[in-house]
């Protein structure tokens, strides 16, 4: 039984631009299949190796693999749908698989554009994609094939949705084979070493509504800390990884998890650098550990700050305040750590005034690195659903953060554009100019350095925010810009709300109208039937599928009480951690 992975060669041109990223789902599905005793599996990274049809369809072909899988984000959808599509014609015998975050909700729309695809892997794939590859092995597929859950598959033109598989509650068994990667190629430009994103926690208590992470994982789950480290430390040893961004959603918000995760680094005295994403209010509340968390090598952090306008924040569900904002800055700042301010941009209420508010509000507060989203509403997330008609682009090729698929009410998209990159430009030249070169931490001075130079090398290859394909120049060129998109993609096929965890009604007050309001299951495990739709046109086909009985007021007294689910940080964090 051979596996060939595949990467889809899809680059957004803004978060990839410090260097090559090693794809965990990888080595994470790897190790679960390895432990499962299926150890014929490789690997071809076809967006590191920069491969086009041709020589995807070369390497496809040479492999002759049993299962070809590949994953999709949303952008990258059509990348990894035409992937497989060479891969049916190259190897007409073998399974085409997809899994990631995309299909797991939109596996509807995804038959309907490629009918090519044999299964879907829906949510969490380790548990799933084990259990498939037996099946097949054992000669159980197709025939049985509604018994295994969490995919999805077409059946004589229908879309067949199997109950969701249960999330893996003993994070502990899942062990990545990191060996399945060629480590040289994956190096992180601002220090030049290989670059890693292992796992702790899956999951998040919060339920933002512009995100569909915490959709996705359903309930939140950590790993043993002194495991991780075993983790971090084989990536060291072995893998001579030198830095690693954690792939959490939440990562600090078990604070004692945290911590001795934090100890155990230094303890073993790695060597390693890392950062993580998280939430201001965790700054805040481990306020005194920050010393401690940088001593661990914590040097960079990510800050969902999201918002210059507490309208926004509020809109957001994000449950923060500008206030905290500017204080998780500062602190992080007093202790020597790497600040990177994250905005969304391009709401409808957005002007080239409260774009200039959030570079004035980035620069008071004065983290060292910002970034500005363009805001992309993912078709699963509460948030699409209140936008309406307001998103105007269909092309997901285009859900990347970096091409406006709306356009704000009184500028239009050019300008938007444009008042991104005057904000990049004025906030990095001051930033190169007067405060990286000055820093006097040697450490943070490099690391700040070498992220300059990752930017200017893509913004001088015109990769940064795709400014080659969207042609834009500079301000006097504004005219220029072009935003080209497939118009026939008109619309989506309503996603899969049933299947997952869903907001409580608490944290969605007065939202606006929703064409797909999503029913409140509860997100319990087991509580779907096998369910049979038609295959969708790729219009707004309402399939939405009432497996769990609909409703909105379906969530029950316990779900109410569990922690994923408490109203506020304080109780989520006490609950977790007693948990
Ligand atoms: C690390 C990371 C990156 C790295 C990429 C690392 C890499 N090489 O893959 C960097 C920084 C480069 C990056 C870039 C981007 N990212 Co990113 N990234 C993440 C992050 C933080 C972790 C991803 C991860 O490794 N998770 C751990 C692994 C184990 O989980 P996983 O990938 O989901 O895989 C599991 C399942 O999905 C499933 N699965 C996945 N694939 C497959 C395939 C098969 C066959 C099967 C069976 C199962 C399966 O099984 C896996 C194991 O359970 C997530 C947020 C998060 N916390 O997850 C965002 C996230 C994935 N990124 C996101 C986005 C949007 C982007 C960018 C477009 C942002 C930008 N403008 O730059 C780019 C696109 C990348 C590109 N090529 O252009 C979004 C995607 C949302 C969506 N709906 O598509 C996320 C979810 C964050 C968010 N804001 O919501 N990203
Ligand atoms: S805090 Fe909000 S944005 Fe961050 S992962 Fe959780 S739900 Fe998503």
């Not at 004692?256 to 230094?266: D, G, R």
């Not at 994250?342 to 910002?370: H, K, P, S």
């Not at 406006?404 to 998209?413: A, L, V």
Request: hydrophobic share 40%; net charge negative.
């Amino acid at each position: 039984m051979r596996i060939l992975f595949v990467h889809p060669n899809y680059s957004a041109g803004a978060a990839d631009i410090a260097g090559n990223w090693s794809p965990a789902w990888v080595a994470y599905l790897a190790g679960y299949l390895k432990q499962g005793g299926y150890t014929d599996y490789q690997f071809v990274d076809a967006l590191v190796d920069d491969l086009d049809e041709e020589q995807l369809r070369t390497a496809i072909r040479e492999a002759n693999a049993d299962i070809v899988a590949t994953t999709a984000m949303t952008p990258m959808i059509y990348a990894a749908q035409r992937l497989l599509q060479i891969a049916r014609e190259e190897c007409p015998n073998a399974i085409t698989l997809l899994g990631g975050i995309h299909p797991t909700f939109m596996y509807q729309q995804v038959f309907g554009e490629a009918p090519w695809i044999d299964v879907i892997v829906r949510g969490e794939g380790e548990a799933v994609t084990l259990n498939l590859v037996r099946a097949i092995d054992e000669g159980r597929w197709p025939a049985e094939r509604e018994q295994i859950k969490g995919i999805a598959y077409l059946e004589d033109d229908n879309v067949i949705a199997t109950p969701v598989e249960p999330s893996i509650k003993d994070v502990d068994s899942i062990w990545p084979d990191w060996g399945i990667l060629e480590w040289k190629k994956y190096i992180y430009i601002p220090l030049g070493v290989p670059v890693a994103t292992p796992n702790m926690a899956r999951g998040c208590p919060f339920t933002c509504s512009f995100c569909s992470q915490w959709k996705f994982w359903r309930d939140y789950r950590v790993r043993d800390p002194k495991q991780m480290v075993d983790e971090i430390e084989e990536l060291v040893k072995v893998h001579g990884v030198g830095f690693f961004i954690l792939a959490d959603e939440e990562p600090q918000i078990n604070r004692n998890k945290f911590i001795e995760f934090c100890q155990e680094l230094i303890d073993r005295d790695l060597g390693i650098h890392w950062g993580i994403n998280t939430r201001v209010t965790d700054v805040m509340r481990d306020e005194e550990l920050l010393p401690f968390y940088r001593k661990a090598g914590l040097v960079h952090v990510s800050l969902g700050t999201e918002a210059a306008a507490q309208l926004n924040l509020d809109r957001f569900v994000k449950e923060t305040t500008i206030e905290q904002n500017k204080r998780a800055v500062r602190l992080l700042q007093e202790n020597g750590i790497v600040t990177e301010a994250q905005f969304i941009v391009g709401l409808e209420n957005e002007t080239r005034e409260t774009l200039e508010e959030t570079y004035q509000m980035v620069m008071d507060w004065g983290a060292d690195m910002a970034n500005w989203s363009m805001y992309t509403p993912w078709p699963f997330s509460d948030m699409f659903s209140e936008m309406g008609d307001k998103v105007e682009v269909f092309d997901y090729s285009k859900y990347n953060f970096v091409q406006p698929i709306m356009k704000p009410d009184n500028i239009d998209r050019a300008e938007l554009l444009d008042g991104v990159m005057a904000n990049y430009r004025r906030f990095y030249m001051k930033r190169m100019l007067f405060q990286y070169p000055w820093v006097k931490d040697a450490f943070r001075r490099r690391y700040l350095i070498g992220c300059i130079k990752a930017f200017f090398k893509s913004a001088f290859e015109r990769k940064f925010y795709q400014l080659g394909k969207q042609n834009y120049w500079g301000p006097m060129f504004k005219k220029l810009i072009r935003f080209d998109y497939d118009k026939s993609k008109e619309k989506i096929v309503e996603p899969d709300h049933n299947a997952w965890k869903q907001a409580p009604a608490a944290k969605r007050p007065a939202v606006g109208t929703s064409a797909a309001v999503p029913k409140a299951c509860g997100g319990g495990t087991e509580q779907l039937e096998s369910v049979e739709v038609a295959i969708p046109e790729t219009k707004k086909a309402k399939a939405s599928m009432m497996a769990c009985g609909g409703g909105g007021e379906q969530l029950t007294e316990e779900q109410m009480n569990n922690p994923e689910l408490a109203i506020n940080q304080e109780e989520r964090a006490k609950a977790l951690e007693e948990a």
